[in-house]
T-cell receptor, first 109, second 113 residues
Framework: GEDVEQSLFLSVREGDSSVINCTYTDSSSTYLYWYKQEPGAGLQLLTYIFSNMDMKQDQRLTVLLNKKDKHLSLRIADTQTGDSAIYFCADRYTDKLIFGTGTRLQVFP | DAGVTQSPTHLIKTRGQQVTLRCSPKSGHDTVSWYQQALGQGPQFIFQYYEEEERQRGNFPDRFSGHQFPNYSSELNVNALLLGDSALYLC????????????FGPGTRLTVT
């Protein structure tokens, strides 16, 4: 079946950039999403990219898509302590979302 | 503009019991999807409802069933609860035919003892 994989942890210093990576297997992927989940909370939609795009920028967030390698990344510029959370990559497969296991981002001063 | 709401927030049930979880979609949305998120995992798709019918289903047993009402709100029912059903149950709403941006509610934390 379709699968999405992410690294489990990332630790960065406040003010640095964070890059969270994701790989997926779906060849017919149309949309790919990034969600943020804080402890005990639901998922917050951060941004998404359509499969015919290579890059999308939204304020501090930059999404890069390499369709050939089926690789997606989320760059957070000027990372703040409030960015500490779990970040999920999700692939739209038919009308359902296939999620990775999430990357826990820890920001230290 | 109210976002996606879910009730209850927390629930504790005993093995073998039945549970009903509720979801109200974001204003203007007509599609509701349910996901199960086990501790330390990503959400897993259970099923999706549109026009009061189940449109898609994930790899979950028939003990999991749902319903969508004319006002687009939805219920998730789980029968014969197992310990392994303990999880965060997330509801997401979206607008059919759009880019499938799914907006999630805060979830219902179900504990089965």
């Amino acid at each position: 079946g379709e699968d999405v994989e992410q690294s489990l942890f990332l630790s960065v210093r406040e003010g640095d950039s964070s890059v969270i990576n994701c790989t997926y297997t779906d060849s017919s992927s149309t949309y790919l999403y990034w969600y943020k989940q804080e402890p005990g909370a639901g998922l917050q939609l951060l941004t998404y990219i359509f499969s015919n795009m290579d890059m999308k920028q939204d304020q501090r967030l930059t999404v890069l898509l390499n369709k050939k390698d089926k690789h997606l990344s989320l760059r957070i510029a000027d990372t703040q302590t409030g960015d500490s959370a779990i970040y999920f990559c999700a692939d739209r497969y038919t009308d359902k979302l296939i999620f990775g296991t999430g990357t826990r981002l820890q920001v230290f001063p | 503009d109210a976002g996606v709401t879910q009730s209850p927030t927390h629930l504790i049930k005993t093995r073998g019991q039945q549970v009903t979880l509720r979801c109200s979609p974001k204003s203007g949305h007509d599609t509701v999807s349910w996901y199960q998120q086990a501790l330390g995992q990503g959400p897993q798709f259970i099923f999706q409802y549109y026009e009061e019918e189940e449109r898609q289903r994930g790899n979950f047993p028939d003990r999991f069933s749902g319903h969508q009402f004319p006002n687009y709100s939805s219920e998730l029912n789980v029968n014969a609860l197992l310990l392994g059903d303990s999880a965060l149950y997330l509801c997401a709403s979206s607008l059919q035919g759009a880019n499938n941006e799914q907006y999630f509610g805060p979830g219902t934390r179900l504990t089965v003892t």
